[in-house]
C-alpha cells in the first residue's frame, strides 16, 4: 500500500514537474550560437536559434564564421558525423544612410577555407544534401533591423534552426585611447512575458579555478565566456559540477556555495571549489546561494577532447527531464 | 557378596558380552555418503559462534562500503544531430526586429 502510494506521488510529481518546467521553456527556442564579423562599413551580427530547443543538438556541433570583403560564410559543423552545411551573405552599403542590402546565397568554400574549417580531411566532409538554397534572396533593411532566417528542419521533431541577423555599425574595440567595451547582438522571439526567478543566468568569463587551495592550471588557459540559467565546468578526474542560482531540488540539486560579484565558492564532498570570473558572475548587486549537482562519471565526449583540461559550458533548465 | 580381586575381575570382564546396539541407532546411520548437490540443498555447516557474528559483521561493514552514492534524479536529454535536418528548399529572410524610430 505505502509503495503503491510512494509510486503514485511521485508520479503526480513528476508530471507536476515536467509541466512546469515545459512551461518555462519546452516551446522556447534555444540560442546555439551567436558572433559577430565586423568589416569596415558594417557590422554583421548573428544569433543561431533552435526551435524548439529540445532535444538539443549534440556536443559535436559547432559552427564557423569566416568573411572576405562584402561577403560572410556561415558554416555549421557536426564533427562526428562529417556534414556541414551553411550559406553565404553578401552586404552592400546603400546611398541612403544607415541602410543596407542583404543577400543570402549558396555556401561558397574555396579549398584553403575548407581545410581552415574542417581540417586536413576537408575533402571526406560532405554537404547535406539539397543546401543549394534555391535562388539568391536580398532584402534591404536599416542598421538594427532584424532579419529572421529559417534554413534547415528537421521532420522527426518539428525542430527549425533559425538565424536572427542584423547589420549596425561596426564593433570596434577602440575610440581614440578609448577601450569600447564589445558589442553584442541578441534576439528572442515569441511573447513577452514578466520576469521571474528562473530567468536568472549566471555568467562566467575567463575562470580561473581554484580546488582546495590549488589553481587548476588548465583553466588559465580558458578565456571563454558561457551564460545560462544552468553552467557547469569540468575538471579532470572529478567529473562535472553544475552551478544554479535556483535550487530545483527535483533534478537533484543541493545548495553548496554562494555567489558573490565575480566570484563563487563551494564544497562538494571534501573538495572546495573557488572560481574568479573575468566578469560578474549574477545579475544584481546581492550575493546568492549556489546549488550545485554534481556528475562524479561525466566526461566531454567531443571529438579530441582533452579529459585532462578544465572545461564549461551552460544547459537549460527545460532540456533535462526529472528520472522515473 | 565378597568383593572381587583383581584375577576374579579380570576373569568376569573377560567373560562379560556387550549388549548389541539398539535398531533405532543403525537407522540414524548414514545408509551412504549424500552426493554434492544433496548436500548443497540440505546439508548444514556448524560453525562457532564468533567465527559467524564476525562474519555477519564483516558482510555488514562490506556492504555499507560498497553502497553507491545516491545517483542525481536529473538526466539530460537525448540529443540530435545535424544529420537529422534538412535544408529549406529556398531561403527566405523576414524583417522581424524593426526599428521604428530610426
Redesign the interface.
Known amino acids: 500500500m505505502m509503495r503503491s502510494r510512494k509510486g503514485f506521488l511521485a508520479a503526480v510529481t513528476c508530471c507536476l514537474l515536467i509541466a512546469g518546467l515545459g512551461r518555462l521553456g519546452f516551446a522556447q527556442s534555444a540560442r546555439i550560437d551567436s558572433g559577430s564579423v565586423s568589416q569596415a562599413k558594417f557590422g554583421f551580427y548573428f544569433e543561431t536559434h533552435l526551435s524548439p530547443g529540445t532535444p538539443p543538438l549534440s556536443d559535436s556541433f559547432s559552427t564557423r564564421t569566416t568573411d572576405e570583403p562584402g561577403i560572410i560564410h556561415r558554416v555549421l559543423l557536426d564533427r562526428r558525423g562529417r556534414v556541414y552545411v551553411g550559406y553565404d551573405v553578401r552586404v552592400v552599403v546603400l546611398p541612403e544612410p544607415n541602410t543596407y542590402r542583404v543577400t543570402f546565397q549558396r555556401l561558397t568554400m574555396t579549398p584553403d577555407a575548407a581545410k581552415e574549417i574542417m581540417g586536413e580531411g576537408f575533402s571526406s566532409w560532405r554537404p547535406l544534401p539539397r543546401s543549394n538554397w534555391g535562388p539568391p534572396a536580398t532584402q534591404d533593411i536599416r542598421g538594427g533591423d532584424v532579419l529572421q532566417l529559417e534554413f534547415l528542419a528537421n521532420p522527426s521533431t518539428g525542430q527549425q534552426v533559425v538565424d536572427y541577423v542584423t547589420v549596425q555599425e561596426p564593433s570596434r574595440k577602440f575610440n581614440g585611447f578609448d577601450v569600447l567595451p564589445e558589442r553584442k547582438f541578441s534576439y528572442t522571439p515569441g511573447p513577452s512575458r514578466d520576469f521571474g526567478t528562473d530567468d536568472a543566468e549566471l555568467t562566467i568569463q575567463a575562470p580561473r579555478l581554484i580546488i582546495n587551495g590549488r589553481l587548476d592550471e588548465s583553466s588559465t588557459r580558458n578565456f571563454g565566456e558561457i551564460s545560462g540559467a544552468l553552467v557547469w565546468i569540468y575538471t579532470a578526474k572529478r567529473g562535472r559540477y553544475i552551478l544554479s542560482l535556483v535550487p530545483r531540488p527535483e533534478l537533484g540539486f543541493r545548495r553548496a556555495g554562494e555567489v558573490r560579484g565575480s566570484s563563487l565558492s563551494f564544497v562538494v564532498g571534501t573538495d572546495e571549489f573557488r572560481l574568479s570570473s573575468g566578469a560578474r558572475i549574477a545579475p544584481g548587486q546581492a550575493s546568492f546561494n549556489l546549488y550545485v549537482l554534481h556528475e562524479p562519471d561525466w566526461k566531454p565526449t567531443y571529438p579530441n577532447a582533452d579529459l585532462a583540461a578544465f572545461s564549461m559550458g551552460s544547459e537549460r533548465p527545460a532540456t533535462w527531464t526529472v528520472r522515473d | 557378596m565378597e568383593p572381587l580381586d583383581d584375577k576374579e575381575l579380570s576373569q568376569l570382564l573377560q567373560r562379560w558380552e556387550s549388549p548389541g546396539a539398539p535398531p533405532e541407532l543403525r537407522k540414524k546411520l548414514p545408509v551412504r555418503r549424500p552426493s554434492l548437490w544433496q548436500w548443497l540443498l540440505t546439508g548444514s555447516i556448524r560453525i562457532p559462534v564468533p567465527v559467524g557474528l564476525a562474519a555477519v559483521v564483516l558482510l555488514a561493514l562490506w556492504l555499507l562500503a560498497g553502497k553507491a552514492?545516491p545517483s542525481?534524479?536529473?538526466?539530460?536529454?537525448?540529443?540530435?544531430?545535424?544529420?537529422?535536418?534538412?535544408?529549406?528548399?529556398?531561403?527566405?529572410?523576414?524583417?522581424?526586429?524593426?526599428?521604428e524610430k530610426?
Open positions: 552514492p542525481p534524479v536529473a538526466q539530460p536529454p537525448a540529443s540530435i544531430n545535424l544529420a537529422d535536418f534538412q535544408p529549406v528548399l529556398e531561403l527566405e529572410p523576414q524583417v522581424v526586429g524593426r526599428n530610426q
